[in-house]
């Protein structure tokens, strides 16, 4: 499973020393949440949002007996395995990867068979504040702009609809706020007059261009809001509004494009590994000690002689890191992953055109699940090596102990507990 890191530059700590065998040693977020979260919680740095209560319950209790514990044993030999219901929550690091698998198994069937690129809009530090007063106006602006200055431009060079994936990132290594979006932008699409599939064959881009027509988009955007009264701020006038505008036109509206790759299962493959991600990776924590946490992070300011980005740690008290962290949980039925032009639910792609690559894309959660655990432990969890079986599931075991009740381990045969078997199960997901 994905295990996380965190640190920072207040730490009053020395930067640990680890061994080789350390850097291994993986930790969960939810160890260091059940250790300070309640005592956090009586003395906040900044106010708790309902959805940050609720992201937190969530990782505390993934992968434990109180959200369910499904038991297999091998038809042949009797051998038992448990396998742990998880929390599903999109902040949850122990879910993401999972949910990654499936997202990318789901996108290269409605995909384009074509090259794709990789780019990145970034806006600047600057809007911040105005970010955080305006989350929901401002990530619906940032997404959408950033979609139609690539639609837009493919469109009027190249007289093709293209197809577009976006997700949303709020934050940097450090996870400090860094307001962002991944593309997967096809790289041609459907002739506006033929209706034929078409590939770009160009791959030089005007990037001055393009940079300030996302820059256009945005802000005309932030006016409308603004004109409108939907912006939370603390201008005192239009015209104190627009010098802010004029301020952040100097700064840094970046755009990143990566050269094209050749199939969609590529770049998903490629993109999936940090975009569809949680904010913190459980892999990157190194040391959690007492009240302090440590993760490594990519220091992009410091790059060796190849170029490549230094990997460094930070340390950081819980009370520091707590909120650090927090600030980056989704909003309450926000759509962190959105879909535009020819990838839109709505649009329809001719079953020709779309990607095949051989593969058996019918698989169920399960077998994924089963890929996942033999690619990260080298063995499935659901297969008896002994009688070269599948093994068969039996029941679902419930933690039915209050919060309070839970300082020990699950024992079935000591805590209350409840027990369903696969049919009760179905009827209470249905119920759901």
């Known amino acids: 499973m994905a295990d996380s890191h965190i640190h920072s530059e207040e730490c009053k700590c020395k930067q640990a020393k680890h061994s080789p065998w350390q850097s291994e040693k993986k ?3 939810a160890d260091f949440f059940n250790i300070h979260w309640d005592e956090y919680c009586k003395h906040p740095t900044e106010f708790i949002e309902p959805e940050q209560y609720k992201a937190v319950n969530a990782i505390r209790t993934c992968q434990t007996a109180v959200l369910g514990i499904d038991v297999y044993a091998c038809p042949e030999c009797g051998e038992i395995v448990e396998k742990y219901h998880t929390c599903k929550n999109r902040f949850c690091p122990s879910c993401s990867w ?16 074509i090259k794709h690129r990789h780019a990145i809009f970034t806006i600047p530090h600057d809007l911040h504040a105005l970010v955080k007063a305006n989350k929901k106006e401002i990530y619906n602006a940032l997404m959408r702009t950033s979609a139609d200055t690539f639609k837009d431009w493919i469109r009027h060079k190249f007289g093709l609809e293209c197809g577009i994936i976006l997700v949303l ?16 932008v096809s790289w041609g699409g459907i002739d506006v007059k033929t209706g034929k599939l078409r590939e770009i064959h160009q791959e030089f881009v005007k990037f001055d261009f393009l940079k300030d027509k996302f ?13 409108e009264g939907k912006l939370d701020h603390k201008f005192s006038s239009r015209c104190e509004f627009m010098q802010f505008i004029k301020h952040i036109n100097r700064h840094g509206w970046i755009i990143h494009l990566e050269p094209p790759m050749n199939s969609p299962e590529e770049v998903i493959k490629y993109i999936g590994r940090y975009s569809k991600r949680a904010c913190l990776s459980e892999y990157k924590i190194t040391n959690i000690e007492d009240e302090y946490i440590t993760f490594k992070y990519k220091d992009n300011k410091d ?5 490549k980005a230094k990997e460094k740690e930070l340390c950081l008290h819980y009370t520091k890191f707590f909120p650090l962290l927090l600030q980056h949980v ?16 709505k649009s329809k792609i001719p079953e020709e055109y779309l990607y095949n690559s051989g593969e058996n894309h019918g698989q169920n959660h399960e077998l994924i699940w089963s890929e996942h655990q033999l ?4 063995t499935n969890p659901l297969f008896c090596t002994t009688c070269n079986c599948e093994r068969e599931y039996c029941y679902t ?3 039915l102990r209050t919060r309070n009740e839970r300082t020990r381990k699950f024992d079935i045969n000591k805590h209350k507990h409840l027990i369903i078997n696969n049919e009760q199960l179905i009827n209470m997901k249905n119920a759901a």
Do not use: S
Not at 103 to 109: I, L, S, V
Not at 303 to 307: L, T
Not at 375 to 378: S, Y
């Open 215 to 227: 820059r256009c988009k945005f802000e005309d955007e932030l006016i409308r809001l603004f004109d």
């Open 375 to 378: 690619e990260e432990t080298g």
């Open 397 to 399: 075991v419930f933690d």
């Open 27 to 29: 930790y969960r977020l």
């Open 330 to 345: 989704p909003l309450p039925y926000f759509r962190l992953v959105r879909y535009y032009g020819k990838y839109h639910p």
């Open 169 to 184: 990132h709020t934050y940097g290594e450090k996870k400090e706020m860094h307001n962002h979006v991944h593309m997967i």
């Open 303 to 307: 790059r060796d002689k190849n170029k």
């Open 98 to 113: 999972f949910d990654t698998l499936k997202w990318a198994e789901r996108q290269t069937r409605m995909m384009m068979g």
